[in-house]
């Protein structure tokens, strides 16, 4: 964060530490996540306020649909067929 203001700065990289594993789990699971993020990029740095929107709302979507293959990734369940129980 650039706020200027330190403890908005150490907030926003605590969060970011928490988010790790499971950014991680994103890039295995969303084979376009790198296209995805790129475009996200280029939207925001040429102000495209409208597209921008347009494009978070659907990454945002995108991630609701795929929390419990996350979860499942973090805790090491995303081998199994979700809909079978554990043997």
């Known amino acids: 964060a650039r706020s200027g203001n330190v403890e908005v700065e150490w ?3 605590g969060a970011s530490d928490r ?3 499971p950014r991680c789990a994103e890039l295995d ?3 376009e996540f790198d296209e995805e993020s790129l475009e996200l990029r280029r939207l925001a740095s040429q102000g ?3 597209p921008l929107r347009q494009a978070l709302v659907a990454y945002h979507r995108r991630r609701l649909r795929l929390v419990s293959a996350i979860v499942r990734s973090l ?6 067929d979700p809909r079978r129980p554990a043997e």
């Not at 805790?75 to 199994?80: A, I």
């Open 48 to 50: 495209a306020r409208g």
């Open 11 to 13: 907030a926003v990289a």
């Open 75 to 80: 805790h090491g369940l995303s081998d199994r």
């Open 19 to 21: 988010l790790h594993r």
């Open 29 to 31: 699971l969303i084979a």
